[in-house]
Nanobody, 116 residues
Framework: QVQLVESGGGLVQPGGSLRLSCAAS????????MGWYRQAPGKQRELVAD???????EYRDSVKGRFTISRDNAKNTVYLQMTGLKPEDTAVYYC??????????WGQGTQVTVSS
């Protein structure tokens, strides 16, 4: 079955950096659009960034210029490099896999906390 396993979350000071990784298995990775979502307490889950199989990317406005999504199809892994972190980036970050006409897949989430 499909598994998405996130790693790389943690506690970081404002202005710091983290790199999240999502290792995928059980799917034809290069054919999936991959994304990172986040959900803060009391808020709806929101799309942070996504990347197509051919590596076209999109970002939510609040992270443009600070976050970079990338993928390694040989390693079945998608990354989210986060720099210039702000307290409002604090959330659980989820990996997401999507392909037309098939169910979406989600990882279990990894906590990112930005605090001094």
């Amino acid at each position: 079955q499909v598994q998405l396993v996130e790693s790389g979350g943690g506690l970081v000071q404002p202005g710091g950096s983290l790199r999240l990784s999502c290792a995928a298995s059980g799917l034809f990775f290069s054919m999936y659009n991959m994304g990172w979502y986040r959900q803060a307490p009391g808020k709806q889950r929101e799309l942070v960034a996504d990347i197509t199989g051919s590596s076209s990317t999109e970002y939510r406005d609040s992270v443009k210029g600070r976050f970079t999504i990338s993928r390694d199809n040989a390693k079945n892994t998608v990354y989210l490099q986060m720099t210039g972190l702000k307290p409002e980036d604090t959330a659980v970050y989820y990996c997401h896999a999507k392909r037309r006409f098939t169910p979406d897949h989600w990882g279990q989430g990894t906590q990112v906390t930005v605090s001094s």
